[in-house]
């Protein structure tokens, strides 16, 4: 639904459909072949509304994925680029689209790891110790599965990294017992916990009585 630019098109084009579109990044094309981003932040440093889009120092020459690449490396291309949109390539380098990152997390959003119920621990681990063998043993043990698993640098200390693990349980007090038994450090956790519904229940049944 995003329309590429020629890059002898006139730069007042690219404003009229950034604002028809309302997006602020179009993709630039020189027979056929990806050039890159123009942005409305580009035409309006130039003040110069008569160029060609080709005129221009574009941005996001990198910001492109081919066809066989997985979303995750669309997430990356558009975190590395800062772009909204990324450029969908043939094997030949031929341009066949954009994706857009709105959508593209709006698609990640229904995937069964987002979707399912279940809770999320995040783990603080030194990188040379770190083994998802080890940690889905333990988390299977308490008869739960890893829906889904990833990790961040950990921003403060350059030699451990943040596992976070969504797992099919919503109570996690018998997986972070087992992980705490196992010498794993846990550092956030949001589940709801048996303790939690028992106490709504008492309460329940407290109104109950009071309304006799």
């Not at 990833?150 to 007090?173: F, G, H, P, R, V």
Request: hydrophobic share 40%; with cysteine.
């Amino acid at each position: 639904m995003i329309p590429p630019l020629k890059v002898t098109d006139p730069a007042s084009k690219a404003v009229k459909w950034m604002e028809e579109l309302r997006t602020n990044q179009l993709p630039v094309l020189e027979n056929g072949y990806y050039k890159g981003l123009i942005s409305e932040n580009i035409i309006l440093e130039e003040n110069d509304s008569d160029k060609n889009v080709g005129d221009y120092k574009l941005d996001g020459k990198d910001c492109f994925v081919y066809f066989h690449q997985h979303i995750y490396d669309v997430i990356k291309i558009a975190s590395d680029n800062q772009a909204q949109i990324i450029a969908v390539l043939d094997e030949d380098n031929q341009y066949h689209g954009v994706i857009n990152i709105e959508d593209t997390i709006a698609a990640f959003a229904q995937t069964a790891a987002v979707q399912s119920a279940g809770g999320i621990i995040v783990l603080s681990l030194n990188q040379i110790d770190y083994s998802l063998a080890e940690v889905s043993r333990l988390i299977e043990a308490e008869n739960a599965k890893i829906l889904s698993a990833w990790i961040t640098n950990d921003a403060l200390d350059t030699s451990k990294i943040k596992l976070t693990i969504k797992t099919n349980k919503t109570d996690l007090s018998h997986i972070t017992a087992t992980l705490e038994r196992f010498g794993y450090k846990i550092i956030a956790r949001f589940h709801e916990t048996k303790h939690a519904a028992t106490e709504q229940e008492r309460l329940d049944i407290l109104m109950k009585y009071l309304e006799m």
